[in-house]
């Protein structure tokens, strides 16, 4: 049995089963799912939120279906409505964000010391995004990540080219201090040069 | 020319700097090793980032962001398992390697060649996915049998847990394989590359399919919350449907056609994994 059809029925995926425009919309969003995974995930810095930031920008495009535009770039679209959403919460409550784990306590014993090294860097890449201002967080993950162009990604936040020019600016160069403070980049060297 | 501003020299490092200013902006990094030293530092963290997050597209996606994406809720018998988005155009960046071969029409050669066998179980047997859009109860029952034949094919297979059910063992380079197969159907196969996954391609049998000869790609890995899988490649004269998930004999499968062939794909992954997978398949074989 169809794992889809085991699901319960809303009102909205009503119009999705009757309607080919709509299921073709669904399909679509479906496709997306993974990039906008990532880019929720490196805003938020957790899987759970992520995950939530996305469902709900799930369901806002759902019921927004009629706003988007055939010809338009879809992915663009739904990393604004992701964008947006995540912006409201931000502001809507105080985020407390859990310390990151410490990096020992990410050492496994059994694991190679370049591999903990690699692991170790990306995931000090990680918490420097997290500790960037959330404008040129949401900025460096559509560039730099997500690959939008400077004119995508200032249509996807909503500012002039030039705001995105200079947020990104200083998103890549906070991210590249925190990294050679942090050793990263040393370590990243040393694992290309062991290669 | 004076030192480019912060803004321009990452744009310049983004590709967004175009015409006499990218020119200028050379011709000053040519003149400044330390700026060229922090730009190539600029672009390694650059790097860095983007393979920072390059797991998450390998991720199977929850089952609650499909069905979100579908306007559903999820029930109770779904809540807790976990499944992959029917993914297009995340794989940026990645090579494609598979094989693309023409095809002979005969099939004389292969089944000498120890395909009758497998030829001699399933020929006869149903129409298989070809059936699932028709209406009737024959149909469906047509399709539960080809369906439930795959699975117990898969099942035998995996139990094995050698080569002992591969026509044609990828004895290293698998275009032979993919050759020796291609030679015996009236279509095009391809090999998607699986590696990412851990999956790594064994060898091709031959089934049926739809009253066709089909191709069966086994695949095996360490991962065992993935592998061993199978993917079987037939023709079908049904129209599309969308990548459907079923569950039979204890194994999973993803099953969909798309422009005259009809894919499933078989293994003990959970659904995320095999949407996942499916999805993958999908992308390199322009399979959707």
């Not at chain 1, 009757?18 to 810095?45: M, V, W, Y």
């Not at chain 1, 899987?47 to 535009?69: P, T, W, Y």
């Not at chain 2, 059936?131 to 109860?137: L, Q, V």
């Not at chain 2, 086994?218 to 079923?246: E, V």
């Amino acid at each position: 049995m169809s794992l889809l059809r085991r699901s319960e029925t809303s009102p909205a995926v009503k119009a999705v089963d009757g309607d080919p425009a709509a299921a073709r919309f669904s399909d679509q969003l479906i496709a997306a799912l993974p990039r906008l995974r990532r880019f929720a995930r490196g805003l938020t810095g957790s899987v759970v939120e992520a995950d939530d930031l996305v469902q709900a920008a799930c369901e806002r495009a759902l019921a927004r279906r009629d706003q988007f535009q055939e010809g338009t770039r879809f992915d663009s679209w739904m990393f604004r409505i992701v964008q947006t959403i995540w912006i409201d919460q931000i502001r809507a409550r105080a985020v407390r964000k859990e310390e990151a784990e410490a990096p020992e306590a990410l050492l496994r014993t059994d694991e190679p010391v370049r591999r903990v090294e690699a692991r170790l860097t990306l995931d000090e890449v990680r918490r420097a995004v997290e500790r960037l201002p959330p404008d040129q967080r949401a900025a460096l993950l559509l560039v730099t990540v997500e690959g939008l162009s400077y004119k995508e990604a200032a249509k996807v936040v909503q500012v002039p080219v030039g705001t995105i020019m200079s947020r990104l600016a200083r998103a890549r160069i906070a991210l590249q201090l925190q990294l050679e403070a942090g050793g990263g980049l040393r370590r990243s060297r040393k694992n290309v040069e062991a290669q | 020319m004076s030192r480019p501003s912060d803004d321009r020299l990452v744009a310049y490092l983004d590709g967004e700097i175009t015409g006499a200013e990218r020119r200028e902006i050379e011709a000053w990094l040519e003149s400044e090793p330390d700026a060229r030293s922090r730009l190539a530092a600029l672009a390694e963290s650059a790097e860095l980032l983007r393979e920072a997050y390059a797991d998450v597209l390998r991720e199977a996606v929850p089952d609650r962001l499909i069905a979100a994406a579908r306007g559903t809720t999820l029930g109770p018998q779904t809540g807790a398992r976990r499944s992959a988005a029917w993914r297009v155009a995340a794989r940026a960046g990645r090579s494609r390697w598979w094989v693309a071969l023409p095809i002979a029409a005969s099939l004389c050669g292969f089944v000498a060649g120890g395909g009758a066998t497998y030829f001699g179980i399933l020929h006869g047997l149903a129409p298989g996915l070809g059936a699932e859009a028709a209406s009737g109860a024959g149909a469906t029952t047509a399709q539960n049998l080809w369906l439930d034949n795959a699975a117990g094919d898969f099942k035998l297979f995996a139990s094995t847990g050698d080569k002992a059910l591969i026509d044609v063992p990828a004895s290293g380079d698998s275009r032979e394989a993919l050759q020796k197969i291609s030679q015996t159907l009236t279509q095009q196969v391809r090999l998607p590359d699986l590696r990412p996954w851990g999956l790594n391609f064994q060898g091709a049998r031959l089934l049926v399919v739809d009253g066709k000869p089909a191709a069966q790609l086994t695949y095996t890995t360490d991962n065992k919350a993935i592998g061993p899988l199978a993917l079987i490649i037939g023709s079908t004269q049904q129209p599309d449907i969308r990548p459907t998930f079923d569950h039979r004999q204890g194994v999973n499968m993803l099953y969909w056609r798309h422009q005259g062939r009809a894919y499933v794909l078989v293994g003990q992954a959970d659904a995320g994994y095999l949407w996942g997978i499916g999805n993958d398949v999908a992308w390199q074989l322009d399979a959707i």
